[in-house]
């Protein structure tokens, strides 16, 4: 039976957030239960970007630093990293708060910009990663993921957390070669399985709805989430904004490769009510996920139900941080005639559907847009 925790938590205050923390960990058997004296243990926030705490793109610093001082207080040796997807990790950490947090409590950031290749036997899609050395430098991992919308996967959480191990630029590759969600989806399962954090603590104070997992809108949802168990963690996040947990990819095929489970009679909710913390007004995707496929017949309907990414022009400050990002060759997205006074322009016909430009745009000036016959099927 998989527990997952949660625990209300209203604001970001010190003492409220440490002592919603401690009681989270208690319900999981305590801090104990996942570390032991003496080990090197890496806690992975999630620093998608240099934004300022307010803006809900990455963990909140009050949760980093109650996570690390619990662990602390264990006789853990504590680090710390990620590898964001725009920036440095120390530009990003300073940035986000969490810098500061880990200088005082004298927590060193690991080596996230070397990789070492891998080759992991157990995975079932993905058997060979490129992983940031600070993996391999550690005795085990808690991760701390927030909880946001995502334009390829419909819900970052628990799972998606671990790619953030992938340094820098090498993430663009995964998106080249599996610009399909659900296969994207299987080697985000493959790399958490291989990373294999023992704890998760979702931030879900205020999540993010909307155009995430960078420009959408804070929400307040009041909520720490604490589990051993990714998929069941992720899944209870879904049910929570009334998201069918079937319908994210990387929880689909986080049970089907045994990594959890989002079978309900099979999860047991720990701590405060759930039904208190459900939000149906949550701005999320909540139809089901429909393919990209590329070739023949099937791929050219499916194609005309995909959402696409679009540029508001008044939102758009043509700083060219898409254009930088994108992972299709040749690009998708250039300044037409490499003129920098009008917002870049899309070729859909290269467009691999990957979202990365929608991911990181730094002004929400890039959103998806759903095409008219995914609307007209979707109102039946």
């Known amino acids: 039976m998989a527990k997952v925790a949660l625990i209300r938590c209203e604001s970001y205050d010190r003492d409220e957030v440490k002592n919603a923390v401690e009681r989270g960990l208690a319900l999981l058997g305590g801090i104990s239960s996942f570390v032991r004296e003496g080990e090197n243990i890496l806690l992975k926030p999630n620093l998608l970007a240099g934004e300022a705490p307010g803006k809900c793109v990455t963990t909140h610093p009050m949760v980093f630093e109650a996570v690390a001082q619990s662990l602390i207080h264990a006789g853990v040796n504590?680090?710390?990293?990620?590898?964001?997807a725009l920036g440095t990790t120390p530009k990003v950490a300073q940035k986000a708060g969490i810098a500061e947090i880990a200088a005082r409590l004298n927590v060193p950031l690991a080596d996230f910009r070397s990789g070492v290749d891998v080759f992991f036997d157990k995975g079932i899609q993905n058997r060979k990663f490129t992983i940031a050395k600070a993996i391999l430098d550690t005795d085990g991992v808690i991760s701390l993921p927030k909880l946001k919308t995502h334009g390829l996967e419909k819900l970052t959480g628990a799972i998606k957390n671990q790619f953030g191990c992938i340094p820098g630029v090498l993430k663009g590759e995964f998106h080249v070669?599996?610009?399909?969600?659900?296969?994207?989806a299987k080697m985000l399962v493959d790399l958490n399985a291989f990373v294999n954090p023992r704890l998760y603590v979702m931030d879900a104070i205020y999540g993010m709805e909307g155009n995430g997992p960078r420009g959408g809108t804070p929400r307040k949802m009041n909520l720490l989430l604490f589990s051993a168990d990714p998929v069941a963690l992720d899944a209870t996040a879904c049910r929570l904004v009334d998201l069918n947990p079937e319908y994210?990819?990387?929880?689909?095929y986080g049970m089907e490769?045994?990594?959890?489970?989002?079978?309900?009679?099979e999860i047991q909710l720990l701590g405060d009510d759930f039904s208190d913390f459900i939000d149906k007004d949550f701005n999320i995707d909540r139809t089901p996920l429909k393919p990209h496929t590329s070739s023949g017949l099937t791929g050219c309907l499916n194609n005309r139900l995909v959402p696409k990414p679009y540029i508001v022009g008044e939102k758009c400050v043509k700083c060219g941080i898409c254009v930088k990002m994108c992972p299709a060759k040749p690009k998708a997205l250039l300044f037409k005639d490499d003129d920098k006074s009008n917002p870049p322009v899309y070729?859909?016909?290269r467009c691999i559907s990957c979202f990365c430009c929608q991911e990181i745009c730094p002004e929400s000036a890039i959103q998806l847009k759903t095409p008219l016959l995914r609307k007209i099927i979707d109102s039946f």
Request: aromatic share 12%; net charge negative; with cysteine.
């Open 177 to 184: 070669r599996l610009p399909d969600a659900e296969a994207f």
């Open 248 to 252: 994210v990819p990387t929880v689909k």
């Open 78 to 84: 504590v680090s710390f990293g990620d590898s964001p």
């Open 347 to 349: 070729d859909y016909d």
């Open 257 to 265: 490769a045994c990594a959890g489970t989002f079978l309900e009679q």
